[in-house]
């Protein structure tokens, strides 16, 4: 069934008593009769009381499953990530263009900017990725999912090289360097979902393997996390 539908289902019995006395309200005030709309209004302050902090609870726990937390992993424990790893809650969605092996990797990019340094990692949130059939697992679609981490590092290691090249080294070059590595992350995670179909089209899924590693290796002076802005003299 549709997620919307549920979803407006379920709005619907949960208001139905409200329904009801709208109803009532509308017999009695023919009547001059006002007590039942005092009713509704207390219905209606009940009812939201319940529903807006459920609302914001249920919303909260869909970004984030507090539940079953686990904070976000750098880079470096790329090799320790496995399907476990993935502890988000998903409520609806059930499948992908019909296809109930699919898995959803939440990556992004951390920075933190000193007077001297900069910090910058790719990060992996356990608690927000979540695979949508846990009886579908496969190594094949991990490695699609970890690729998108891959492809977090890579754009992680060409702002750092980007930034160490800087002739000027302030905070607005190094923001708007971050700014524009993370449109362009945005897009080429894009492009590889839709070239590989989320990992189903295999020659592709490879052809973006070697790429992606290719690259990472060509930037494997950046792996570490800070750079030093401004040299000792």
Known sequence: MNENLIAALILLIYFSPIFYQLIIVI???????????KKLYQFLKISMLILIPSVVFFFIISHTNYFNYQKPMKFSEYDKIT???????????KSLYGNTRFAYIVTSIDTNIDKDSVSIDALFHPSRSFVYNK????????S?????????????????????????????????????????ESKYQQEYDYNTFHSYVHSEQKRYEREIDSLLTLLNHFKKSKITL????
């Open 83 to 93: 399907f476990d790893n993935f502890r988000g809650l998903n409520f609806f969605k």
């Open 135 to 142: 009886k579908t697992y496969s190594k094949d679609l991990l």
């Open 144 to 184: 699609h999912e970890k690729y998108h981490f891959k492809i977090t590092e890579l754009f992680v290691r060409k702002a750092k090289e980007r930034i160490s090249k800087l002739k000027t080294k302030n905070k607005s070059n190094i923001d708007y360097i971050l700014n524009s590595i993370e449109k362009e």
């Open 230 to 233: 401004h040299e000792k003299k």
């Open 27 to 37: 017999r009695e005030s023919k009547k001059g009769n006002k007590l039942p709309l």
